[in-house]
Structure formats: C-alpha cells, structure tokens
DNA sequence: GTGATTATTTATCAATTGTTAAAGGATGCC
DNA sequence: GGCATCCTTTAACAATTGATAAATAATCAC
C-alpha cells in the first residue's frame, strides 16, 4: 500500500506512527470490472483510494444511468454528500476497468482526527484540494458547451477514452450518449 | 458580530477563548451596491461572512461576465480555488445590495489552525458543508435544463429574484439572460 | 467460432438554447 | 422633470442538443 503512502505524503509529510495508523485502517480490495464497491441507499463509511483501474460514482435520473465523476490511478473516490453529513446516498460507486482499491474505514477515520490533529489535517487537505476540483468542473459545465467540454476532458485525461465506455463519459458531460457521438464525428 | 459566532456554533461549539480569537481577526465592512469586495486577480486572503445583503463571485469569460456564485445573509463567501492552493484568483467578489460583511483574515485563520485544532475542526467542517453544496450544484447543471434549474433556484432562493437584477441569475443558470427571459414568460 | 448481448454510430425530426437587434421599462443623475 | 443609462423583454433566425429508431460494430458467454 505504498503507492497510498506516497499519494498521503504528497499532501503533507507523516511520521511512522501516523502512517501506521493509518494503514491500520485500510484495506486493500481486488475488484473486477463492472462490480459494485458500494450499492445505491447505503451511508457512506469508506473513503478509497484507486490504486489501479478506475471506478465511477453514478446514480439514477429518471431511470438513466448517470456518471457524477471518475477515479483512476492515485485517486480518491467518495461521497462527499453522504460522507461528510452521514446521510444515505443515492449514488452507488462501481469498478470500470478490474481495480485494486484500498478501502479507509471512515468512521475510524474520524476516531483518529480526534487522537492525531495531523491526520484530521492531512484528509483536510485533500478534501479541500477535491473541492477546488469540483468548482472548477462546475465552472466548465456553466460556460463550456458540450463539444468543449469533451476536447477539455480528452486533453485533462487523454486515456480516458481508451479505458471507458463512451456511453459513461457522455452523462458525465452532461450530455446524451447520441449527442456525444456526434460530436466526436464532426471534430474528425 | 454575533451573527458570526451563531453560524460558526451552528457547526460546533465554541468556548470563549476560540470565540475570542476568531473575533479578533475578524473585522465588520460596511459595503455599498456594486462595491467590489475583492478584485480579479488577486490572491485569496480573506473569508467573508455575510451578516447583511447579498454578494457574488463573478468572473469574465470571453469578456462575458459570469456570476458563479450568490451570498446572502448567514453565509459564508470565499474563493476558494485561490483561497486552498494561494494562487491568484481569476474571479471577484461583488456586492449586489448594500451589505454588512464580516473579513476573516485566513492568513491569520491559518495561523491559528496550528495553535487550536478546533478551529481548524471548524472550518474543515464549514468548508466540507460548501463541498457538498458544490457537488448538489454540479449535479444539477449535470442533469436538469435551464427551465428546472431556474424552477429550483425560485425553489431554494425565493427572495433572491426581488434581490437581485436578472442579468447575474441568468449567469448563474449557465444560459444567456434572453434564454431566461423566454422562460421566465413561458411560465407565467 | 457462433450467437447473443452490448456499445456506438447514423439519420430524422423536435425541442431547447444561442445570437443579434430592437423596443419598452426602470432607475439614477443633474 | 428630463435625459441618459441600464435592465428586461420580444422577435426572428441559427446552432446545438434531445428523442427515437435503425444500422453497424464490438464484446462476451458458451
């Protein structure tokens, strides 16, 4: 679980004791494509972390399959709005291409921000930097139209598209799979 | 400046001492309509909490003004994508209707943060709340057209159409105030 | 491999939204 | 009060996106 290690000590540098605890609290999984890591109701009580592969959060809109956000490798997947308010969701997180994820046992988590403010610190910090994220992908949903977003994305994760189905990347642009390929033939 | 202290117990509670020190570097402004708070190109320094009237983030987009985000009473407003990473913000702070802010200097916030880990428990939780509003929003510009976002906005805000000039909603809805228009008569 | 299933593209038409321009209202300054 | 400025609506047309259906391509299970 280095690669975990490594991701954490980007944010901010941790001693032995801190990254013991927090290994302590995680739990590698080897998933293969198309499973659930979290179904669609649950309260969310895990934070991951993709170490390889990549997942998706989605949910249901009338019925249609939507793509809220991707995670590939060196990324951490949650949501936030149950995380963070322990309500439950009604978004599920599902594997996309076969993964190996480590699973943070978030309520223990939370026990360790009260013994180790460094800890509590360190997943601020990451919360924030995914925050910042999530108002700049606001920003280019506002004021991008579809084709612009989908040149943005191809240049933000040029593999993205050799790894995912096109019909999750077009509600995760906001727009219809039709739609999506459509533009694709008119940018060639 | 006690509406601060009520919103910032509303999160958790605060003895006197951590009351007192955010008072103290914090500082009442009194703003007109149309005063810019904070202007495009500056670093983030501040958090502002709004105790009266209304502000909003805006930024120009092909030399197109774009609101981002409103303000009103009881909220906390801030950039945060500059505010996290302390690089300069392409975005402003402008007041819509004469207002009462209250400036949190975040240098000084950040500061205390080390001396206090309940402080820094505060705000984590204060700006996990504006993730999780953030997300509700992305999802909304995601997944539902100008007519349903502008319903939802009546929905959420409704004094904000008495409050604020149609031009800076019809931004915020990511359509053009014409667009806006035209719904706004297809409703009636 | 073969057949079944799933994913993607293409086509057609409808609905929505954008663009530009002009007209009507509202507001503020002197 | 009157003029200038700014805000909002309306209209006409163009561009984009959605909806539905059908055709083609790719993938998976056996």
Redesign the pocket.
């Known amino acids: 679980m280095n690669a975990l290690l490594t991701y954490f000590q980007h944010f901010q540098v941790l001693n032995k004791e801190y990254q013991d605890q927090l290994l302590a609290i995680s739990k590698l999984q080897h998933l293969k494509?198309n499973e659930i890591l979290q179904p669609i109701g649950h309260t969310c009580k895990t934070i991951y972390f993709v170490q390889k592969g990549i997942a998706r959060i989605f949910y249901y809109k009338d019925g249609?399959d939507i793509t809220e956000c991707f995670a590939a490798e060196n990324h951490i997947i949650a949501r936030v709005e149950s995380l963070f308010t322990q309500r439950p969701s009604q978004k599920g997180i599902q594997i996309i291409e076969a993964a190996e994820i480590i699973a943070i046992n978030a309520t223990q988590l939370f026990a360790l921000y009260d013994q180790y403010p460094a800890i509590e610190r360190l997943f601020r910090k990451i919360f924030e930097q995914g925050y910042v994220e999530t108002v700049n992908r606001l920003e280019s949903l506002q004021f991008y139209?579809?084709?612009?977003?989908y040149l943005n994305l191809l240049h933000e994760m040029p593999d993205l598209l050799q790894r995912?189905?096109?019909?999750?990347?077009?509600s995760y642009l906001?727009?219809?799979?039709?739609?999506?390929?459509?533009?694709?033939?008119?940018i060639k």
Chains 1, 2 share one sequence.
Do not use: F, H
Not at 145 to 149: C, Q, S
Not at 174 to 186: C, D, H
């Open positions: 494509k249609i139209n579809a084709e612009e977003r995912v189905p096109l019909k999750y990347i077009a906001g727009i219809t799979q039709v739609s999506l390929s459509r533009i694709r033939s008119s």
